[in-house]
């Protein structure tokens, strides 16, 4: 069957002669057909049921991701519940449940962004502060290498390819950092939901993944930090030598599109340390989604300031450019 299919499905009906409910224990019935019939008619998709009846005035909803079946209103609703939440496929609705809070998110957030957006950009943007600050403490230290770099826009034409290569670059942090995102929700909203319909072994393990889960993450995302710091570091002292000018000055150098890519890349990190600082996991999912689409145009932005602004500011800080 596929989504949007109309399905009709008939149940006969019957009474039993002998034995009323024993068959479910394991006892003897014996039933006998009648003339009647139960007949649902529906239509395949979404994620929830809608139930209508020529004997009810409205219709009553059940989400596939119903945690009560007993509290659905109305309450001719509730067998239909029941059934929903023993057949589905725990996993699958654990996600589409996030995915309705997602929207629901979305809808808040859209009436008030400010309070939200805000402190994002407000963290990234000390994210980036903190990690150029660390760039500037490995130069003093780090070796510089003897072989000069190609800057795009100074020793040559800046080209499509030189573009694609500096957004590729940062899309592919921003994807980690997003990533890190994702997995903050799975682990953070969703493993709970999933391991308390598990028992034994299987809820143990569920119950600790979500911790667990977390942990990689933070120490992922502090290793990422640190070779970036390390690897730009070790580039901020080759380039300080190759244009004789201080690691503190090419630094101010890079800021404005420096500082507007690393906000970027950073503002999935910065809403999931707010999340986890607060116990909103939930919205970890739909800040996803926003952080990334915030951040793209921020990214672009700065591959043209790097290939236009930043050289010309080279030429005029160094004597060898």
């Known amino acids: 069957m596929t989504d949007g299919q109309q399905v009709t499905a008939i149940g006969p009906g019957r009474v039993n002669l002998i034995g009323e409910h024993t068959d479910s224990s394991g006892g003897l019935v014996l039933p006998m057909a009648i003339d009647l019939a139960t007949t649902i008619t529906g239509t395949r998709g979404g994620d929830e049921v809608v139930l209508v009846s020529p004997d009810e005035e409205h219709a009553a909803i059940v989400p596939l991701d119903v945690a009560d079946p007993a509290s659905v209103t109305p309450g001719w609703a509730r067998y239909v519940a029941g059934v929903v939440a023993q057949l589905r496929p725990t996993e699958g609705f654990v996600i589409a449940q996030g995915l309705r809070e997602s929207r629901a998110t979305f809808e808040r957030w859209r009436a008030d962004p400010a309070p939200v957006i805000g402190p994002w950009l407000a963290g990234g943007l000390a994210i980036a502060i903190g990690l150029l600050g660390a760039v500037w403490l490995v130069s003093w230290f780090a070796p510089a290498d003897l072989t000069p770099y190609y800057i795009p826009g100074l020793h040559g034409a800046a080209t499509a390819a030189d573009f694609r290569g500096i957004l590729g670059l940062n899309l592919l942090v921003l994807a980690l950092h997003a990533t890190a995102c994702v997995a903050g929700f799975i682990a953070g909203s969703s493993m709970h939901r999933i391991a308390e319909t598990k028992t034994g072994i299987s809820r143990i393990i569920h119950e600790r993944a979500g911790p667990v889960a977390i942990a990689w993450v933070v120490a992922v995302t502090t290793f990422s930090l640190l070779t970036q710091a390390l690897g730009l570091g070790m580039t901020a002292s080759t380039l300080s030598a190759q244009f004789d000018i ?9 800021m404005p599109h420096a500082l507007l890519e690393l906000t970027a890349v950073f503002l999935p990190l910065a809403a999931w340390l707010i999340a986890s600082r607060r116990g909103e996991w939930d919205e970890l999912l739909a800040a996803t989604f926003v952080t990334v689409a ?14 236009t602004i930043w050289p010309r500011l080279l030429e005029v800080v160094s004597p060898l450019a």
């Open 294 to 307: 915030i951040a793209l145009p921020m990214l672009l932005l700065a591959a043209v300031i790097e290939l």
């Open 246 to 254: 201080s690691s503190g000055v090419l630094i101010l150098t890079v």
